[in-house]
């Protein structure tokens, strides 16, 4: 008897792993998104250990694909989904189509985040940057730029004021030749 339950619990034990891959594949990647969908699972650190084995299973098996490849397909999928999202919003008729477009163009967008590894759960602090770090660069690009434009524009006018100095003397220097010769 004790050997048939331990059976049925490695077979439960597999199903739900199962599970939990074929979750992760439709894109669940958090504990609590996989409590969400399969009501087996009661508690965060189960979630948490069934999420682990699952994607270490998915790595094995998927170890000799080129990512690269599959990643830039599912851009590309993204894209195109996108667009077509776009024109449906474009060619709405009532606002439930238009909130609907809206909400697949917004998991698109969602999707296309989490696959560059732009979601904020997989952002490295010391790289992510806020909304006023980015402004504040721009400021500081567009000022140098500025600066480099004006200090260009008072050499040009420095060089520019020197040619005219040395024109006006040289037409200086034609008029009195001019008025000596009685011209």
């Known amino acids: 008897m ?10 439960e ?3 739900l792993i199962e599970r939990v891959e074929a979750l992760l594949i439709m894109g669940f990647t958090r ?12 508690d965060w650190e189960t979630a948490k250990r069934y999420l682990s084995i699952a994607q270490r299973r998915l790595r094995n098996r998927y170890k000799k694909i080129n990512t690269d490849k599959i990643l830039k397909k599912e851009l ?9 999202l776009w024109l449906n919003y474009h060619g709405a008729i009532n606002a439930n189509e238009k909130t609907g477009a809206i ?14 590894g732009l ?18 660069e721009d400021d500081e690009k567009n000022e140098q730029t500025i ?29 009195e030749s001019d008025q000596n010769t009685g011209a």
């Open 147 to 175: 600066n480099r434009g004006a200090s260009v524009d008072t050499k040009q006018a420095g060089s520019q004021s020197s040619v005219q100095a040395e024109q006006s003397s040289a037409d200086v220097g034609t008029n």
């Open 119 to 136: 979601d904020t759960e997989n952002i490295n602090p010391a790289m992510a940057k806020t909304l006023e770090d980015l402004l504040k």
């Open 76 to 84: 590309r999928d993204l894209d195109y989904m996108e667009k077509k």
């Open 13 to 15: 034990r597999e199903e």
């Open 2 to 11: 004790g050997e048939q339950e331990t059976n049925k619990t490695i077979l």
């Open 31 to 42: 504990p609590t998104e996989i409590m969400r969908q399969e009501p087996r699972i009661k």
């Open 103 to 116: 909400n697949g163009i917004l998991k698109c967008k969602e999707r296309r985040a989490k696959l560059l």
